[in-house]
C-alpha cells in the first residue's frame, strides 16, 4: 500500500512538504540524494531493504533535556497544560511528520504515545483511546507499525528493575503494562514487540541475587510470550540488548550475551534481537559485529539505527551519518539474507542546540540517504569485487580432503592429531586485512 500525507486539524509542518528523491546534485536540504524508495537495487526496492521507522519518544517527545539543563525545543504539539489535547496534537504531527518524510514505519513505547494516569488503571485507558486514534490513522494513511513496547524504566517504582525487581508488587506492575502494551500491539498489527531492559540490572553485586533475578526476568517472558500468543500475536519478540546506561551492568550485555540467555531458558523460538549500534559499541563491539553474530546464531531480528561518538563513553543517540557504518552494516545484511520482518527504526535525535523544526526532517533524509548509499556500494562490492572470493579462499583448505571431513565433523582428535604428524610444517598465508581495507575505500 503506497502512503497518503496525513494531516490532521492542525498542519504541524506547514513549510514542509512531501520528501523527493532529487538526486546527488540537488542542493535542497529537504530531499533525498540517494534514497529513491522505489529504486530496484539487489533485486528489491529500496523500501524494503530498509522498512525505515520513526522512533516517537526522540522525534515527537525529545525536547532536548539533559541532566544539567532542561529541554530546548519548542513542540507546537505540546502547546497546552492538558496531556490528553497533547498527546492527541502529538498524533496528528507524529503521522504527518511519518508521511511527509517517507518512513513507512514507527515505533512507540506505552507512554510515548499517551500520558501516565494518577493510577495503572487510568494509565491502561489512556494508552487504549490512544491506540484506537492510532489505528484510524495507519487505516488512513498506510504507514505500519514496526514494534510496540511498554516504558519500564522511567517511572520511579522500577528504580530496582521491572521484571527483575526484588519485590514482587513492582514485577506485577510491570507484566500489567507489558500486557496493555502488547494488547496496543495486536490491535496496531505490529511486526515485533519489544523489551529493552534498561533497569534490569544491578548497581552492585553485594545487594543482588543474579540467580534469582534472570530466573524471574525469563518467567516474566515466557508469559509475556504465552500471553502474546494466546491473543493472536504473531509476530517476533525482540530483545534489545545495551551493556549499561542506565544500569551501571545490564543483564542483557550483547548479542551474545541474549543469545545465551535465550538458549538456556528455551525462549529462542520465539525471541530475536533487535541491535542498536551505539549500544553495540558501549559494549565494544562494532555494529557489523553484533548483526553478523545475530544472523550467525540465527537470532537476527531487526535494528535501530543511530551511532555514538567514539569521543565518549555514552549512549549519544546521534542520527548514523557515518558513511563506513554503513557499507559495513549493508553489506552484511545482503550477505545474510536482509531484514525479514524487522526494520530500521531511527531511535536516533537532533542534538540539544538543534532547535529548528526542520532539523528533525533533516536528521532522518541524512540517515535515509547515508543508508541508501550504503546499500549501493554495498552492493557493487559484493557484485563487482573480489570481495567475496578473497575471503572464500581463505577457508578453502576446507573444501577438499581431509579439510571437508573435519568441516563436517567427521575427524575426532586422534585422527586429527594424525593427520598432523604426518604434514609439512604449515606455511604463513596472509590474512590481508590491508587489501580488504583498500577493496572498501576504492568503492567508497
Ligand atoms: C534506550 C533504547 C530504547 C529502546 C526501546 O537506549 O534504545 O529507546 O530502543 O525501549
Ligand atoms: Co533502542
Sequence with gaps: MSIKISIGKKEYFPKIKSIKYEGPKSKNPLSFKYYDSEKIIA?????DHFRFATAYWHTLCGTGGDPFGPGTKVFPWDCTDNPTKNAKNRLDAAFEFFTKLGTNFYCFHDRDIAPEGKNLRESIINLESMVDLAKEKQEESGVRLLWGTANLFSNPIYMNGAATSPDFKVVAHAAAQVKSAIDATIKLKGDNYVFWGGREGYSSLLNTNMKKELDHLAIFLHKAKDYGRENG????????PKPMEPSKHQYDFDVAAVVAFLKHYDLDEDFKINIENNHATLAGHTFAHEIQSAFDYGAFGSL??????PHNGWDTDEFLHNIYDAVHIMMVLLESGGLQNGGMNFDAKTRRNSTDLEDIFIGHINSMDILA?????????????NYLDMKRV???????NEGRQFSSGKLNLSQLSRIALNQSIPELK????????????KYL
Design 43 to 47: 533485486e528489491k526496492p529500496m523500501k
Design 233 to 240: 500475536f504473531k509476530g517476533t519478540f525482540l530483545i534489545e
Design 304 to 309: 535501530d539505527i543511530n551511532q555514538g561518538d
Design 373 to 385: 548509499k550504503g546499500l549501493i556500494i554495498a552492493n557493487n562490492i559484493l557484485k563487482d569485487s
Design 394 to 400: 581463505r577457508y578453502s583448505s576446507f573444501n577438499q
Design 430 to 441: 596472509s590474512g590481508k586485512q590491508e587489501l580488504f581495507e583498500s577493496i572498501i575505500n
